[in-house]
């Protein structure tokens, strides 16, 4: 078939195949990643059959996986059967300063490949599948069922972190404010960030037990940010630690119950003076909208939770007492949502 004999129609036609292979595509990628296929490429092509060699697989197998990734960008193959790196296949490298070796290993994590399929109930229902088909919620499922998922989500969180930290300390306003508490702030990453950026500021790391336990080591007690860190466990559900800005990056993504609650205890927080900042997507300004609303349906999925449009997330802060100050974008997908309580209507 030539150029001239590919039509429009045809053209249209592979491309929704295409799009239908997502699930292949995501195979593949794991499998890659897995086999750390990207780790064994250098600067240079290199032989299918020499990786086969070193990492003891199929010689054959391996030409035709890096060969069906080469058709999406990921990897080329300059010659037959010797492969290349891409732009997008070096940042699956381990050591790569910007991989996201494990943002992709999460994406594609076991339980994904059982949840998915129960896309159309949750669509159908607008409830979340994952307590039915675990028999338990999502979280407690990760950190009592699923010790090397949870690890690999705790290094998804960290590597996304990564990217966005130092944008997010860069555009805080810290007037006004000795003591920071990140809340849901995981390992801790962007707190350090924060610290090492405002010398004169301390800091609250504040999360779920199991999450705290792997804390960057720099805030632990011995670690150079020690003697101006707490690690505090516990649940902002049930509340929060005193501090002058709360930081919630990422974290209002469950159901609206349990935002609301999140919300209300950082009001009452608030009581006392002091500022919040959401750092977050909103899914009708994403830069990344295929990234974005896809994980607002896999929210769907195992949380009940969602991804927020500005309308969405107002009426919730409004729910909460709370208000929306400033929205100011960052250098990434991020938005630095600043929130007060909510000024007492005239005459109330």
């Not at 979340?128 to 699923?146: I, M, N, W």
Request: hydrophobic content about 45%; proline content about 6%; overall charge negative.
């Amino acid at each position: 078939m030539t150029d001239t004999d590919y039509t429009p129609e045809l053209a249209t036609a592979a491309r929704v195949k295409e799009l239908a292979m997502g699930l292949w595509v995501s195979a593949m990628m794991m499998t890659a990643v897995q086999l750390r296929l990207p780790d064994e490429i250098d600067d240079k092509p290199v032989e299918a059959a020499e990786l086969a060699a070193r990492l003891d697989l199929h010689p054959e197998a391996v030409a035709r996986l890096l060969r069906a990734l080469a058709a999406h960008g990921v990897f080329a193959e300059p010659a037959e059967d010797r492969f290349a790196h891409t732009e997008l296949s070096r940042v699956l490298r381990e050591d790569h300063p910007h991989s996201v070796r494990y943002q992709v290993l999460w994406t594609v994590a076991p339980w994904t490949w059982r949840a998915w399929p129960h896309l159309e109930e949750a669509v159908r229902t607008g409830e979340r599948v994952f307590p039915r088909l675990y028999g338990k919620e999502f979280f407690a499922y990760l950190a009592e069922d699923a010790p090397r998922s949870a690890e690999v989500f705790n290094r998804a969180m960290t590597q996304s972190s990564t990217f966005t930290s130092a944008m997010v300390a860069e555009a805080l306003d810290m007037t006004g404010v000795r003591v920071v508490v990140d809340i849901g702030g995981g390992r801790g990453h962007l707190l350090r960030t924060v610290l090492e950026r405002y010398p004169w500021l301390s800091g609250v790391l504040y999360d779920l037990p199991s999450v705290v336990a792997s804390a960057d080591p720099a805030l632990r007690p011995g670690g150079e940010l020690a003697d101006r860190t707490r690690v505090v466990a516990g649940s902002c559900l049930d509340g929060v630690p005193p501090g002058d800005l709360y930081i919630l990056k990422n974290l209002l993504e469950w159901d609206d119950e349990r935002t609301v609650t999140t919300l209300r205890n950082v009001a009452a927080a608030l009581r006392s003076g002091g500022r919040a900042v959401l750092v977050q997507n909103l899914v009708d300004d994403s830069p990344e909208p295929k990234v974005t609303t896809g994980m607002d349906l896999l929210l769907l999925l195992n949380v009940g939770g969602r991804k927020h449009t500005r309308r969405q997330l107002t009426r919730l802060l409004s729910e909460a007492g709370l208000e929306i100050t400033d929205i100011r974008p960052t250098a990434s997908s991020l938005f630095l949502i600043e929130v007060a309580r909510r000024a007492p209507a005239a005459g109330a």
